[in-house]
Antibody
Framework: EVQLVESGGGLVQPGGSLRLSCEASGFTFSSYWMSWVRQAPGKGLEWVANINQGGSAQRYVDSVEGRFTISRDNAENSLFLQMNSLRAEDTAVYYC?????????????WGQGTLVTVSS | DIQMTQSPSSLSASVGDRVTITCRASQGISNSLAWFQQKPGKAPKSLIYAASSLQSGVPSKFSGSGSGTDFTLTISSLQPEDFATYYCQQYKSYPLTFGGGTKVEIK
């Protein structure tokens, strides 16, 4: 069974940093693209970042480009999101998602999410 | 960027009703479209990919259709567990984008 478990969320001041983690199990982690998707309170879903199987290619939504960095450790079956220069508008539940290997870009499996609150 | 527009934004329906939700892309995306269900306080759950392919384990009362710019999600007979918010998502090109959601409520 595919399992994705996020951690690392919490309260941070504007301008601060936070590192999210996602521990994967139940599949060959190194074979899949992975993603982060977020949802602001009471709002819809927003894709944040993608990373390829080996970690050599990353893509970001414009609003986080230059501030967030997605990375992975295939030996540890873990995905990360380093978030710097955080803003109030980054407040959201952040979900880790596995991308389907046949329908690229389709978020086939999701974690339960971790809440990030940016506030003074 | 490809904009995804869902309609309606909310609807009220009764148990047993047939429900159809529409998603329109601002440009052609072939069949690179997925549908998700989300219940309050829970993570999204994948339902449909490639516009009409059912994710493993999802009941056949859910179906998807469409290609190009216009897509639909249909629930053939609404059950109490189906009351939720539904989102479409395009994966034709970056940035990957979602529709605004359709909240299905009990009449």
């Amino acid at each position: 069974e595919v399992q994705l478990v996020e951690s690392g969320g919490g309260l941070v001041q504007p301008g601060g940093s936070l590192r999210l983690s996602c521990e994967a199990s139940g599949f060959t982690f190194s074979s899949y693209w992975m993603s982060w998707v977020r949802q602001a309170p009471g709002k819809g879903l927003e894709w944040v970042a993608n990373i390829n199987q080996g970690g050599s290619a990353q893509r970001y939504v414009d609003s986080v480009e230059g501030r967030f960095t997605i990375s992975r450790d295939n030996a540890e079956n873990s995905l990360f999101l380093q978030m710097n220069s955080l803003r109030a508008e980054d407040t959201a539940v952040y979900y880790c998602a596995r991308v389907d290997d046949n329908s690229w870009g389709y978020f086939q499996h999701w974690g339960q999410g971790t809440l990030v609150t940016v506030s003074s | 960027d490809i904009q995804m527009t869902q309609s309606p934004s909310s609807l009220s329906a009764s148990v047993g009703d047939r429900v159809t939700i529409t998603c329109r892309a601002s440009q052609g995306i072939s069949n690179s479209l997925a549908w998700f269900q989300q219940k309050p306080g829970k993570a999204p759950k994948s339902l449909i990919y490639a516009a009409s392919s059912l994710q493993s384990g999802v009941p056949s009362k859910f179906s998807g259709s469409g290609s190009g710019t216009d897509f639909t999600l249909t629930i053939s007979s609404l059950q109490p567990e189906d009351f939720a918010t539904y989102y479409c998502q395009q994966y034709k090109s970056y940035p990957l984008t979602f529709g605004g959601g359709t909240k299905v409520e009990i009449k």
